[in-house]
Nanobody, 124 residues
Framework: QVQLVESGGGLVLTGGSLRLSCAAS????????TAWFRQAPGKERAFVAG????????SYEDSVKGRFTISRDNAKNTMYLQMNSLKPEDTAVYYC?????????????????WGQGTQVTVSS
């Protein structure tokens, strides 16, 4: 069973950039479809971006299109989320998720494995 650990969160000013990483262990990362979710205080966990096991297909929530880029390096068992032009509304805990089913899923209930989360705070 895969284990996931996020890193790269922090405090950034509006318009700045951060790159999140999700390191996987305990399984073959290439066998999993993966995604980034985020959860702000008082809100439900929401889909941000997803990528298929081969990295050939990606999907983004509308509010991050053109600003965020999801990618993965299966040789390094790592998934990334490059976040540019950050806004205060991007402030949340960001979670890495994985499921051993091919495809992209926007509902958090479809994912079997989760990281502990990394805090992203965007200051105005």
């Amino acid at each position: 069973q895969v284990q996931l650990v996020e890193s790269g969160g922090g405090l950034v000013l509006t318009g700045g950039s951060l790159r999140l990483s999700c390191a996987a262990s305990g399984g073959t990362f290439s066998m999993y479809s993966t995604a980034w979710f985020r959860q702000a205080p008082g809100k439900e966990r929401a889909f941000v971006a997803g990528i298929t096991w081969s990295g050939g297909t990606t999907s983004y929530e509308d509010s991050v299109k053109g600003r965020f880029t999801i990618s993965r390096d299966n040789a390094k068992n790592t998934m990334y989320l490059q976040m540019n032009s950050l806004k205060p509304e991007d402030t949340a805990v960001y979670y890495c998720a994985a499921v051993s089913i091919k495809g992209i899923y926007r509902n958090y209930a479809n994912y079997d494995y989760w990281g502990q989360g990394t805090q992203v705070t965007v200051s105005s």
